[in-house]
């Protein structure tokens, strides 16, 4: 599952609304949703300020992959 997803995810389990995010992020509610809907992929600037806006740790939504991406 991408990043993006996971993240949607909590914030639906979590009671958390991406209006929220957006405000503490200053990323804007039209490209925080393509993100967390799998339409765009976040940088990982954006990555690293939505987990601070939620305090999680940036490794809580990663996890170690064993395989390479193909071309």
């Known amino acids: 599952m991408e990043v993006g997803l996971k993240i949607k995810d909590y914030l639906n389990n979590n009671g958390i609304s991406?209006?929220?995010?957006?405000?503490?992020?200053?990323i804007p509610i039209p490209k925080l949703n393509l993100a967390l809907n799998g339409n765009r992929k976040l940088?990982?600037?954006?990555?690293?300020?939505?987990?601070?806006?939620?305090?999680?740790?940036?490794?809580?939504?990663?996890?170690p992959r064993k395989q390479k991406i193909s071309d």
């Open 18 to 26: 991406q209006a929220y995010i957006a405000r503490e992020t200053n």
């Open 43 to 63: 940088t990982f600037e954006e990555y690293e300020l939505i987990c601070g806006a939620l305090d999680l740790n940036t490794d809580f939504f990663l996890k």
